[in-house]
């Protein structure tokens, strides 16, 4: 079966101080992999997704970069955290051009003091 | 950006009664799927719908698709206070490889 790990669970950092969040697949190969930010109370911001190793799609201009070293893995990173980059963050993949549901990690609250 | 807007935005219900949400969308789509998320968790998938489908039924779910109107509903009857949750709705492109596009939420609470 299919799974998806995220992780850490919480991190609180301070300004200014770089960001690396990871998240994996496991039981499937090639996934769509898409990390999205939900403000408190909000819906989701899709940030990045990535259909393949290396291929980087980003939505929005922000202080934030994504990397898929591997075919599972999914990394999201700063270099200097801004206070606005505070939120929930969500790793979640998609059986490729399969149009069918999204798997999602359980999340990583993120705290920037 | 966000296609999919859900109405209502909050929802209090007592136990046993039903609870409707609706979201309407902008473009065209292959697609409309329903999540739910618990405080301070990630989304799980409940329901799909497809384009070309009106209607669908999932335990105590029902979901309708209006293309026409480009809206869709959630129904859950007989809630539960489990049921307190926020409800999303995503929709899907024709192009497989493109992002689903989330909704802000309806946050549902159950009172027992």
């Known amino acids: 079966s299919q799974t998806i790990h995220q992780w850490p669970a919480t991190l609180v950092q301070p300004v200014g101080s770089p960001l690396s969040l990871e998240c994996t697949v496991e039981?499937?190969?090639?996934?769509?992999l898409y990390w999205y930010r939900q403000a408190a109370g909000r819906g989701l911001q899709l940030l990045f997704y990535?259909?393949?190793?290396?291929?980087i799609s980003s939505e929005v201009p922000q202080n934030l970069s994504a990397s898929r070293p591997q075919d599972r893995q999914f990394i999201l990173s700063s270099k200097k955290l801004l206070l606005s980059d505070s939120g929930f963050y969500l790793c979640?993949?998609?059986?490729?051009?399969?149009?069918?549901?999204?798997?999602f990690g359980q999340g990583t609250r993120l705290t920037v003091v | 950006s966000q296609q999919g807007e859900e109405d209502p935005q909050a929802l209090s219900i007592q136990e046993g009664e039903n609870a409707t949400m609706n979201c309407s969308y902008k473009?065209?789509?292959?697609?409309l799927q329903w999540y739910r998320q618990n405080s301070g968790r990630g989304l799980v998938h409940l329901i799909l719908?497809?384009?070309?489908?009106r209607e669908k039924h999932s335990g105590r779910l029902r979901v309708t698709l209006d293309t026409s109107k480009k809206s869709s509903s959630l129904l859950i009857t007989a809630s539960r206070a489990a049921d307190t949750a926020s409800y999303f709705c995503?929709?899907?492109?024709?192009?497989?490889?493109?992002?689903?596009?989330f909704g802000k939420g309806t946050r549902l609470s159950v009172i027992a």
């Open positions: 473009t065209s789509i292959n697609n």
């Open positions: 995503a929709t899907a492109s024709y192009s497989g490889n493109t992002p689903l596009v």
């Open positions: 039981g499937t190969s090639n996934p769509n």
């Open positions: 979640a993949w998609i059986r490729q051009a399969g149009n069918t549901e999204a798997f």
């Open positions: 990535s259909v393949g190793i290396g291929q």
């Open positions: 719908i497809r384009s070309n489908e």
